[in-house]
């Protein structure tokens, strides 16, 4: 069984719509858990990360974990254009330290 | 603050030529540092990573190798390419301790022919 398990997509919404990205994980001992954002043909950039359970938020980023189902979302408001990229969640497993697993990514289409 | 790079940024290579990738870090110091590579339709893979000079773990079995002979330089490679190999690298650093903040590279898009 993989770490993280991520629906590939793709996902097509209107601009404005409010998106729910989703991934599970595996083992309920993971503590860490990321979120990073891919532009098409860049290295992927960091945009959150949330230790254990509980809510995150950044601007129109949410992050949440459901430890309870060992689910992971991220909730973009108000989605904009620019937001179009594929989005990966991350792991770094148990103790862990020195390395991740991504899922494959969503990719996220939002139509102006 | 800290810049990774990489080059090049796109190669065509022919089958069963050589590989070098090559991957620096500024602005920080004794960074753990990670080679990945992302193929369509099947996310990113660890083949590498290193927590200090001369100290590789590899992921995958296969005809890649790495190499950190520098703090702050990360070098991957092959010597005999195949079709296999083509995908897109990345290379990324974190601070020791702390692999959930990953920084990556812009990457390198290989195309093995």
């Known amino acids: 069984q993989k770490e993280v398990e991520q629906d590939p997509g793709p996902l097509s919404v209107p601009e404005g719509a409010i998106v729910s990205l989703n991934c599970t994980y595996s083992n309920s001992a993971f503590q860490y858990f990321m979120w990073y954002r891919q532009y098409s043909r860049k290295g992927p950039e960091l945009l959150m990360y949330?230790?254990?359970?509980g809510n995150k938020e950044d601007g129109r980023f949410t992050a949440q974990v459901d430890k309870s189902s060992k689910y992971i979302s991220l909730f973009i408001r108000d989605s904009q254009p620019s937001d179009s990229a594929t989005y990966l969640c991350a792991t770094p497993g148990v103790g862990g330290y020195q390395k991740v697993t991504f899922g494959i990514g969503t990719k996220l289409q939002v139509i102006p | 603050s800290q810049t990774i790079h990489q080059w090049p940024a796109t190669l065509v290579q022919p089958v069963g030529s050589p590989l070098s990738l090559e991957c620096t870090v500024e602005g920080t110091s004794n960074p753990n540092l990670y080679w990945y590579r992302q193929a369509a339709g099947r996310g990113l893979q660890l083949l590498f990573y290193?927590?200090?000079?001369?100290?590789i773990s590899s992921e995958v079995p296969q005809n890649l190798s790495a190499s950190r002979p520098q703090d702050r330089q990360f070098i991957l490679s092959s010597k005999k390419l195949l079709l296999s190999d083509s995908g897109f690298y990345l290379c990324a650093w974190s601070v020791q301790g702390v692999s959930y903040e990953q920084y990556f590279g812009p990457g390198t898009r290989l195309t093995v022919t």
């Open positions: 949330t230790y254990s359970s």
């Open positions: 290193s927590v200090g000079i001369g100290q």
